[in-house]
């Protein structure tokens, strides 16, 4: 089993900037994947970027040049650095952790308004 600690997220204007952290711990192997993944109301859930633990970087074309993406493998963590933030990355944004199985985090809001 793997527990997912999210932070981070909240309010902010247009142009602003918000960072997001998740902390995995629990039964980690050694080659795994972890992510953001937003959601809107009566949306799929969407990849935003995720990282592998040998640092493949994945953005969604919407995050490129805005976003970034980085782990600390000693201590399981990814953070996504957000800038530039637009009305419509608004959403529930949920830590993905990928190896063997897939775990979900519980979500942390953002919300940019004008």
């Known amino acids: 089993q793997v527990q997912l600690v999210e932070s981070g997220g909240g309010l902010v204007q247009p142009g602003g900037s918000l960072s997001l952290s998740c902390a995995a711990s629990g039964s980690i192997f050694n080659h795994f994947v972890m992510g953001w993944h937003r959601q809107v109301a009566g949306k799929q859930r969407e990849l935003v970027a995720s990282?592998?633990?040998?640092?493949?970087?994945i953005y969604a074309d919407s995050a490129k040049g805005r976003f970034t993406i980085s782990r600390d493998n000693d201590k399981s963590t990814v953070n996504l650095q957000m800038s530039g933030l637009r009305d419509e990355d608004t959403g529930v944004y949920y830590c993905?952790?990928?190896?063997?199985?897939?775990?979900w985090g519980q979500g942390t809001q953002v919300t940019v308004f004008s």
């Open positions: 990282i592998s633990s040998r640092g493949t970087e």
């Open positions: 993905k952790f990928v190896d063997v199985d897939t775990y």
